[in-house]
């Protein structure tokens, strides 16, 4: 197969990142052009399970949300709880409700709540929508293997399962291919962090018989505190598809024994089909460098971190949709290079920030929680459940309520955001439940439902959006302003007194990402928000409103 010889963007790597960022790009007219080495999805390499609301209103923003949904072999209302127990057919520890945003379906809050849903069928459901979109090209069976900046774009050169080799001139390229990235060596930029000594190994089976002996009910998970074999189990589907995680077990012990690690995490005899193994170690790696002038990384290549929480394949779409929407801004000419160094310093400290928070969810694990009088007698199990449950709930709340890191993450500090100063200013990464949304510059528009089934978010614009009240003194200026520069702005009408209250403002400037670039009642210096919001960074940073 021949491959184009010039493309604006080349993104390396056609994972779930890459695909999103070609999304992305097409999104907003950009053509790009993905090279992947796999011809096909790995559907019995779950990885990846939980879809976070945030990610889930990009698939919203892009027409995908109901067909990922409708994909989905757990539907949202299946179940939104996690189970702490001895075993899968054991003794019920406790439990935690509202995990991962799934109890957030018609909110206020969101506009998509979060969706339980492997890896494979978001990489799938990402494939046909590059496949269906006119400006995205999926080449599947090629592999980068070097890259070569210079002042007017990259060479880049691919390789096919053929060892046939061909060359392509790309204006940028994105690395998204993970932990070997052939883009991120090109940069000259490292990995800096470690490994977790803990090994662990993944089993996908297949036991018939197993969902109707399940005591506890439905669950996203189910925590096995056995100390003979902690670790974690769950469903893949509502038919007879599971997985689990063995905590403590390195590939050769997996391996010889994987059917005995599946029983002791189920605690009975059990008829199962082991369908997939996977042994593997939590990794806590941030690079030192996003990018160079014509390369970028983006999801594993840039960043890994334990699974704890669900947070790293999240991570990265939220890196494919900045830096997507800031290269087809650069691309369109409607805003200057300069634009593109803002993407580190938004992207970075929210990576840095999850992965932090995914080893506190680490620290503690199931084999830290298997006290041996659960599995003893009644009365011992009966004198040992308080005082475990109790540390269950003060050590993991955080990893199943977390909007305050999923939603709450901000770009204050980003070059590109006329910032207020102030409390509501600064960072709020910490996982938790108490995510109070904010308008404040650098954080996402906080949501509303308009009607049934229609989203503020639904009425922004591809590019910029201009919202709240029309006849507010600065509109017209920041219009104009607009209009002078060629960038592309849509005014939304939202006059009002309940939505100034939402917004603390009259007026807010919102990006092609949701998040606030400036708010205020007016301004006199309209073209300065303009021009820093694009990437004019050499402007004077507009303080506040005026």
Not at 209 to 228: C, S, T
Not at 527 to 535: D, K, L, N, S
């Amino acid at each position: 197969m021949k491959l184009p010889a010039v493309t604006p963007v080349l993104v390396a790597g056609g994972g779930p990142v890459g695909l999103a960022t070609a999304i992305e790009l097409a999104h907003h007219g950009v053509p790009s052009v993905v090279i992947e080495r796999r011809d096909e999805v790995s559907w019995l390499r779950p990885r990846a399970k939980t879809t976070s609301a945030r990610s889930m209103e990009h698939f919203r923003r892009w027409g995908l949300a109901d067909t990922l949904r409708n994909r989905a072999p757990l539907p949202v209302a299946w179940s939104d709880e996690a189970v702490f127990c001895t075993t899968l057919l054991g003794r019920e520890i406790t439990r935690f409700d509202r995990c991962f945003g799934l109890d957030l379906a018609g909110s206020d809050l969101v506009a998509e709540c979060g969706q339980q849903v492997a890896q494979p069928v978001v990489e799938q459901v990402l494939r046909e929508a590059v496949a269906a979109a006119p400006a995205a090209e999926l080449f599947t069976g090629f592999e980068v293997t070097a890259v070569r900046e210079s002042t007017d774009g990259v060479w880049v050169d691919i390789v096919d399962h053929d060892g046939c080799e061909q060359r392509v001139q790309a204006g940028y390229v994105v690395g998204c291919e993970g932990a070997r990235s052939v883009v991120r060596d090109a940069m000259s930029a490292r990995y800096e962090g470690s490994d977790n000594s803990r090994q662990n190994f993944n089993v996908v089976f297949r036991a018939p018989d197993l969902a109707a002996r399940v005591p506890h009910g439905p669950a996203v998970h189910y925590w096995v505190l056995n100390p003979e074999q902690p670790g974690l189990v769950g469903r893949l589907d509502l038919s007879d598809t599971w997985w689990c995680i063995a905590q403590g077990v390195d590939a050769a012990a997996g391996e010889a024994h994987a059917e005995l690690l599946v029983r002791n995490l189920v605690g009975a005899e059990v008829a199962l089909d082991v369908l997939a193994t996977d042994a593997w170690r939590a990794r806590m790696l941030l690079v030192d460098r996003y990018a160079s002038h014509r390369m970028f990384l983006a999801g594993d290549a840039a960043h890994q971190n334990p699974p704890w929480g669900g947070h790293g394949f999240n991570t990265g779409i939220g890196d494919a949709v900045n830096i997507g929407w800031k290269l087809a801004a650069v691309i369109n000419n409607w805003a200057p290079p300069s634009l593109l160094d803002s993407y580190e310093p938004e992207r970075r400290p929210v990576a840095a920030r999850t992965i932090e928070e995914a080893v506190r969810n680490m620290s503690t694990l199931a084999p830290e929680l298997a006290d041996p009088r659960l599995t003893g007698t009644a009365t011992e199990f009966a004198e040992a459940r308080p005082g475990v449950a109790a540390a269950i709930h003060a050590s993991k709340d955080s990893e199943f309520h977390s909007l305050t890191l999923t939603l709450g993450y901000d770009y204050g500090d980003s070059p590109i955001v006329a910032g207020e100063g102030g409390p509501e200013q600064s960072s709020s990464g910490a996982a938790g439940r108490d995510y109070e949304p904010t308008a404040a510059p650098g954080h996402r528009l906080p949501h509303r439902w308009l009607a049934a089934n229609d989203s503020l978010y639904d009425r922004l614009g591809a590019e910029f959006t201009l919202i709240g009240d029309v006849t507010a003194p600065a509109c017209g200026r920041l219009v104009d302003a607009a209009r002078s520069d060629a960038v592309p702005l849509q005014l939304l009408d939202l006059g009002g007194q309940d939505w100034r209250q939402l917004f603390g403002a009259a007026l807010v400037l919102v990006r092609p990402d949701q998040h606030v670039a400036w708010r205020g009642d007016d301004t006199s210096e309209a073209a300065r928000v303009i021009r820093r919001a694009v990437g004019h960074l050499h402007e004077e940073h507009t303080k506040g409103s005026h």
